[in-house]
């Protein structure tokens, strides 16, 4: 069974701190992403990123489909280098309780290649 860590929530000043970029991929962020993931689960929410849990990384975990089956995907140092369109989405946050809003999105994106 893997840890379940505690969201940071809304004022903590943590959330609002810049993360830092993922130098090692080893074993040690293999545990953070598996903690997160569970995290993230039992939450219940479909994204979380490393600064919701205290760790100012640049690393999100999410699912987009977990009610049919489990299939968690990472982006790890993520980055857009093209955005276009835009999709509205009616959205929540697991560091900002009981809110939701309607969010604007881009419809596509290119990460660098």
């Known amino acids: 069974m893997v840890d379940i860590i505690k969201i940071c929530t809304y004022p903590d ?6 993360a830092e970029l993922i130098k090692n991929i ?14 993230m689960y ?18 999100i975990v999410y699912d987009i489909n977990h009610e049919k089956e489990r299939n968690p995907s990472v982006l790890i140092n993520p980055e857009i280098v093209m955005a276009e369109g835009e999709i509205l989405y009616e959205e929540a ?11 604007s999105r881009s419809s596509k994106i290119k990460p660098p290649a």
């Open 26 to 39: 080893d074993g040690d962020l293999q545990c953070l992403i598996d903690k997160m993931t569970e995290t």
């Open 93 to 103: 946050c697991l560091s900002v309780i009981d809110y939701s809003a309607e969010v």
């Open 42 to 59: 039992s939450a219940p929410g479909i994204g979380l990123a490393a600064n919701q849990i205290g760790q100012l990384k640049q690393l």
């Open 13 to 18: 000043p943590i959330l609002n701190q810049k």
